[in-house]
């Protein structure tokens, strides 16, 4: 198998585990208050918060959106000075419902409001995602490939090397054309 078949590993779910505890203690909220949020089971909640089970993207993302947070505060490594990401390295999610593997490269800082994930997508599946948090803008650079994304509606077809940005606070999707599609996506946070 390739290097570029081969999917990056998984988040340690330490970090998600310490992240949620920190965020839900933050929102004052108790773990029935935060699943229901989240449209989870608290048996669930309760088990990532131990560092348990095998949280999906769309997981994670749902209890960012209930927490009022970007996703990468949930998944963030501890940073170090000087930091490299190789290709196909770095903390990755992966979609349970399509064919779509997002490492974040780069959380935002405090002062700034973004973030930055390498991308994989492969035919077959479409990535349907949810609105982010209000005001959420995101910009997308294909570095492979071909890929369908943007606003459901609006969606546009791009190659290598074209760029697009579109507002993430309304449902939107991506979708592979061409098999080893990879992009940047950067979210932009008002």
């Not at 993302?61 to 996703?71: C, H, K, Q, T």
């Not at 501890?78 to 974040?104: D, F, N």
């Not at 969606?155 to 993430?168: H, K, P, T």
Request: no cysteine; glycine share 8%.
């Amino acid at each position: 198998m390739s290097d570029a078949a081969v999917p990056p590993a998984r988040l340690p779910l330490d970090w998600i585990a310490v992240s949620l505890r920190r965020e839900r203690t933050r929102a004052g909220l108790s773990l029935s208050e935060l699943a229901k949020r989240a449209g989870i089971a608290k048996s669930t909640l309760s088990q990532l918060e131990a560092a348990g089970g095998n949280p999906s993207m769309e997981t994670v993302w749902a209890l960012a959106v209930a927490l009022g947070v970007p996703f990468s505060t949930l998944v963030e490594p501890p940073a170090p000075a000087v930091q490299v990401i190789r290709a196909g390295e770095g903390p990755a999610v992966h979609s349970e419902h399509s064919s779509y593997t997002a490492a974040l490269l780069s959380a935002s800082p405090p002062g700034a409001r973004r973030d930055i994930y390498s991308v994989r997508v492969e035919p077959g599946t479409v990535r349907d995602s949810k609105p982010h948090l209000p005001g959420t803008v995101e910009h997308l650079v294909v570095s492979a490939g071909r890929v369908k994304a943007g606003p459901l509606g609006e969606q546009v077809e791009l190659g290598a090397g074209d760029y697009m940005a579109y507002r993430g606070d309304v449902p939107h999707a991506y979708e592979a054309l061409a098999p080893g599609t990879r992009f940047v996506l950067i979210m932009q946070h008002m």
